[in-house]
Every structure is written in C-alpha cells, then in structure tokens.
C-alpha cells in the first residue's frame, strides 16, 4: 500500500488503514506526515493517532554490488540490461532502448558472473568501480 496524498488515519479507506495497522503491528517501518515540514518523516512513539496521516516507509533503494575483484580490470562499469543481463564496459555506457551501449569502448558480457542486481529500475543500475585508495 502506497498513499500518493497525505491521508490522516480516520479518513483512510478502511482496507488501508487496517493493511496500514497491522504493517505497523507487525513491526514495519512507517512515516508520518510532517505538516511544518511539508514531508514524510520517520514515525516515532508507539501510538498511531487518528488525526495523523501515515505510509509504510518506502524500501531502500539498493544499487548493484559487482564482485570488482573478480572482474576483469578492464572493466570500469557494470550496469543491467532491461532483460537483466549484466554487462560490463571500460569506458562509461549510456542507455539507449532497452540496452546500454559503449561507444568507443568495450563491452563484456558478464552473464556468468554472480552479481547482486539490487532493487533499482535498470535504467538505474549502472554503477562504476570505486577508485582504490593509493
């Protein structure tokens, strides 16, 4: 459930104030609506008020983790094609369609490769190597 509006607690549909209750029972994280700061914000306390409007807080937003060490060193980026093949490229790709491209660079098909994709769109999921520390 996702609320688009700010909705307090009494004036909810009724099957998502009781799915908002039982999240919150549950032990899940939930925002409030900060009226002075125009913003969802971190619930804190341990009552709901009726006059409050609530969401479940948004999952985290979790990029790729690529195992550099095991990829070739060649390879600067890594990003997830929209089918989910993983690919990694030596010079920085851009999205085009449904793939990203490297022009003027290499691409390196890394579908053997054990890679955590993360929970982003994939036109989010390119990510590049952290530069070693010298």
Not at 15 to 25: E, F, G, T
Not at 97 to 114: E, I, N, P, Q, S
Request: aromatic share 8%; charged share 30%.
């Amino acid at each position: 459930m996702t609320l688009e509006q700010p909705t307090v607690l009494k004036d909810m549909d009724e099957a998502d104030a009781i799915a908002l209750v039982l999240a919150w029972l549950r032990g899940e994280p939930l925002e409030k609506f900060s009226t002075s700061r125009d913003a969802w914000v971190e619930k804190g306390g341990r009552l709901l008020r009726r006059g409050t409007a609530y969401r479940l807080a948004p999952a985290p937003r979790i990029p790729p983790s690529p195992p550099w060490d095991v990829l070739d060193d060649r390879i600067e980026w890594v990003a997830f094609d929209e089918d989910g093949t993983p690919w990694g490229f030596d010079a920085e790709p851009h999205e085009s369609g449904r793939v990203f491209l490297c022009t003027g660079g290499r691409a390196f098909d890394l579908t053997g490769v054990k890679i955590p994709r993360g929970n982003l769109p994939w036109q989010e999921t390119l990510v590049q190597r952290p530069k070693e520390d010298v």
